[in-house]
C-alpha cells in the first residue's frame, strides 16, 4: 500500500519560477527520499533526508521535513524545461534487518518555457 | 554494468499467455527490487531479493507472478496467464547491500506490458 502521498498531483509553472511539491506520510519513518522520473526514463534518486533533519539542500533542490506533521516538501528554484518531470517521495520501511521504500503517486510537474 | 538494465523494453502480449521480464542489476549489488507502476500512478512494491534469496514477497498480487533470482545477478519476474489489469511498467532496482536505510535504490527503464 502507498504511504506517501504528493500534492499537487499535477504543477504547471513557467521557465523562471519556483516550484513547490508536498509529500505527507502516514507512519514514522527513519529517513525520506525524493525521486525524479523523467518521461521515457526510469526513476533517479534525487535527495535523502533523515528523521532528525528538517532541511536539506542540493544544488536548486532544498526539502523541508515535519515529523510532528508528517509531512516534507520539495521546491525547485529557477525551474528550468529540463525538470519537467513526476517527482516522487518515498519512506522507509524496515522489515528485519532490511527495509524497502514506501512511494507515494508523485507529482507530474511542467515547466513551460 | 554501468546501470540496471531491464528486457524487453516493451512487450506486448494476449490475455492468458505467460511473460518474462528480465532484470540485470548493477554489477556487485547485493540486493534487487521489482516494483509495478500503472499508468499515473506511483509505484507499488512486488518482490525484493537479499542474493538469491527473497525475503519479502508479500506485494506479489498473486499467485501468477513469480520471480527468481540466480547468481546473485539477473532476475526474471514471470506473469502465468496475463490479464488486461496487468498491463504496467515494472521497474527493476538494485542497491548495494538492501540492509541500510540511507541506501540509493538505482532504477532501470522498465519494460512497458501491455496485455492485449
Known amino acids: 500500500s502507498q504511504q506517501g502521498e504528493e500534492d499537487p498531483q499535477a504543477l504547471s509553472i513557467q521557465e523562471g519560477e519556483n516550484a513547490t511539491m508536498n509529500c505527507s506520510y502516514k507512519?514514522?519513518?527513519?529517513?525520506l527520499q525524493w525521486y525524479r522520473q523523467n518521461s521515457g526514463r526510469g526513476l533517479v534518486h534525487l535527495i535523502l533526508i533523515r528523521s532528525n533533519e528538517r532541511e536539506k539542500h542540493s544544488g536548486r533542490l532544498r526539502v523541508t521535513l515535519d515529523t510532528s506533521k508528517k509531512s516534507s516538501s520539495l521546491l525547485i528554484t529557477a525551474s528550468r524545461a529540463a525538470d519537467t518531470a513526476s517527482y516522487f517521495c518515498?519512506?522507509?520501511?524496515?522489515?528485519?534487518?532490511?527495509?524497502?521504500?514506501?512511494w507515494g503517486a508523485g507529482t507530474k510537474l511542467i515547466i513551460k518555457p | 554494468g554501468a546501470g540496471v538494465s531491464q528486457s524487453p523494453s516493451n512487450k506486448v502480449t494476449e490475455k492468458g499467455k505467460d511473460v518474462e521480464l528480465r532484470c540485470d542489476p548493477i554489477?556487485?549489488?547485493?540486493?534487487l527490487y521489482w516494483y509495478r507502476q500503472s499508468l499515473g500512478q506511483g509505484l507499488e512494491f512486488l518482490i525484493y531479493?537479499?542474493?538469491?534469496?527473497?525475503?519479502?514477497k508479500s506485494g506479489l498480487p498473486s499467485d501468477r507472478f513469480s520471480a527468481e533470482r540466480t547468481g546473485g545477478s539477473v532476475s526474471t519476474l514471470t506473469i502465468q496467464r496475463t490479464q488486461q489489469e496487468d498491463s504496467a511498467v515494472y521497474l527493476c532496482a538494485s542497491s548495494f547491500s538492501g540492509t541500510s536505510w540511507e541506501e540509493t535504490q538505482y532504477f532501470g527503464p522498465g519494460t512497458r506490458l501491455l496485455v492485449l
Open positions: 507512519t514514522s519513518i527513519n529517513n
Open positions: 554489477s556487485g549489488h547485493t540486493a
Open positions: 518515498a519512506t522507509v520501511r524496515v522489515m528485519d534487518s532490511n527495509y524497502q521504500l514506501i
Open positions: 531479493f537479499q542474493g538469491n534469496s527473497a525475503p519479502d
